[in-house]
């Protein structure tokens, strides 16, 4: 059973997403939460395994209530409830953590499949929400030249690239012939050894390390103990 808190400040909204999730049954709604300090006070008292949380609230908004929650309980799949996708809020969240988002007014039947694959470590995002969210990180960061991590074998590297592309695990298995349960391993193994909490800060290094050029296609990788290169064109 996957269990779930669900943060916004509006009633109905809480119900509705309730009702949805619990109809569902595999996912049980453990907490509510009206605001951002109630949310963080419930991720550490109930270990939930994913929260849905609306960036707009009182008190303390969904983004503190993001970065204070996974500093209190890093395990926490935390997806962002939005009404306006564009929200600037949104991409700072992704970098602070949050493994996806959703807009409020999407399919009910999205809601659904987005908390079981949160559940899983699953990404949230759409390509094109990836590429905006990693070029905004990187333009946020010291262009200095990047190193390949020490530890890293060739595979995860491979899968590393195939994450910093946007691909999902079912994918990235078809790309290499190999099952899903052994790409959610290496991605696992990778994000481990690369301190990161989720796929859309993997896919920053990824980008970053040179695995993969400007135009989010997979690269291969730079010699190691070298910098990475520059980004083909």
């Not at 008190?59 to 309980?73: I, P, Y």
Request: proline share 5%; with cysteine.
């Amino acid at each position: 059973m996957i269990r779930v808190v669900v943060a916004d400040d509006q009633a109905l909204v809480r119900a509705g997403v309730r009702m949805l999730l619990e109809a569902a049954g595999d996912m049980e709604v453990c907490g509510e939460a009206v605001d951002g300090a109630q949310a963080v006070r419930l991720a550490e008292g109930l270990r939930p395994d994913v929260m849905l949380m609306d960036l707009r609230m009182p008190r303390m908004d969904g983004l503190e209530a993001t970065r204070r929650v996974l500093a209190a309980w890093p395990a926490a799949r935390i997806v962002i409830l939005t009404t306006f996708a564009e929200d600037e809020n949104v991409y700072a969240a992704l970098r602070a953590g949050a493994i996806g988002f959703l807009v409020k007014d999407d399919e009910p039947g999205r809601m659904v499949d987005a908390v079981r694959r949160a559940a899983t470590g699953e990404p949230l995002l759409a390509p094109s929400v990836l590429r905006r969210v990693v070029e905004r990180a990187l333009a946020a960061e010291e262009q200095a030249a990047a190193h390949v991590p020490a530890g890293l074998t060739d595979r995860e590297l491979e899968v590393l690239a195939l994450v910093g592309a946007g691909l999902s695990n079912a994918e990235i298995a078809e790309a290499l012939h190999v099952g899903v349960t052994t790409v959610k391993s290496h991605v696992s193994t990778a994000m481990d050894k690369l301190g990161v909490r989720n796929r859309t800060q993997a896919a920053v290094v990824a980008h970053r390390i040179g695995l993969v050029d400007a135009g989010f296609r997979p690269v291969g990788y730079p010699p190691r103990g070298g910098s990475a290169h520059p980004p083909r064109g």
